[in-house]
């Protein structure tokens, strides 16, 4: 049986030729060191056109970046070579830790969205693997202001618990940057403040009546549960608990 597979064509050396104004792969009838890089002289494959082609490795530049994590700025030189492009929202390795690029500047301080490296004055960037996430935290009448360090990617939930402190918190609302959510979950990065209020204490927390504990069960402090059931007194068929001091009707005969 033939095997109608055909087999992929690989070229080497591709450049562009000026005999076919076009990529095309090459022979290397030599290669001479020239400085930082080298000189080739090249034969098309196509035309056979003799040329040669000067490679050269980019020289590094020291470019002015203003490195941001929280609270705390930082102004340091980073070598870039000069022909590379900066992007907004580059993200770059630099002291064991990952940088997202925010601003790019001109020699002339004029914001750009990109720019080689050559023209660039000054560059912007952030901590992008931990993000700061600002808190309000409330106890009573009062309210004070916090900032936790986390990764990322980490998640919260309105509505659910967290330690902060040494204490408990319940997440009262997540504030992001269009919006406020009192149920939802946001990732870290997108958070711009979550409130915090201290949680109600036990004893002033427990569900009594068969309505208070549906009620809890579908708020989830009764634990996560997507489908309310009704409370075990309710199936038997048991009067509903009655409240302190309201008057039950008799039947009439």
Not at 16 to 34: F, I, M, N, S, T
Not at 37 to 54: A, P, R
Not at 94 to 121: F, H, M, P, Q
Not at 150 to 174: L, N, Q
Request: net charge neutral.
């Amino acid at each position: 049986m033939e095997d109608d597979s055909s087999e992929e064509e690989f070229v080497e050396n591709v450049t562009d030729c000026p005999g076919c104004g076009q990529p095309c792969g090459h022979e290397v009838l030599r290669e001479r060191k020239a400085g930082s890089g080298s000189n080739y002289l090249l034969k098309c494959d196509e035309c056979e056109h003799i040329h040669t082609v000067q490679i050269r490795e980019p020289r590094p530049i020291k470019i002015p970046f203003l490195l941001s994590e929280g609270a705390n700025t930082v102004l340091v030189d980073i070598d870039v070579d000069e022909d590379e492009v900066l992007h907004i929202g580059d993200i770059f390795e630099y002291s064991d830790a990952s940088w997202e690029i925010n601003r790019v500047e001109t020699r002339t301080a004029n914001s750009r969205t990109k720019l080689v490296a050559s023209k660039v004055g000054r560059a912007n960037a952030i901590r992008s693997d931990v993000v700061m996430v600002r808190l309000t935290l409330t106890r009573g009448e009062f309210s004070d202001s916090d900032s936790i360090f986390v990764e990322r990617e980490t998640m919260y939930k309105a509505g659910s618990i967290m330690e902060h402190g040494g204490e408990r918190w319940k997440i009262r609302a997540i504030h992001t940057g269009t919006g406020r959510t009192m149920s939802g979950r946001v990732v870290a990065h997108d958070i711009k403040r979550i409130y915090l209020h201290e949680p109600p204490r036990p004893e002033e927390n427990i569900p009594k009546t068969p309505r208070e504990r549906r009620q809890a069960w579908k708020e989830g402090r009764l634990g996560d549960n997507p489908n309310p059931v009704l409370p075990d007194a309710e199936k038997s068929g048991k009067p509903k608990q009655q409240r302190p001091g309201r008057r039950q009707k008799k039947k009439r005969l």
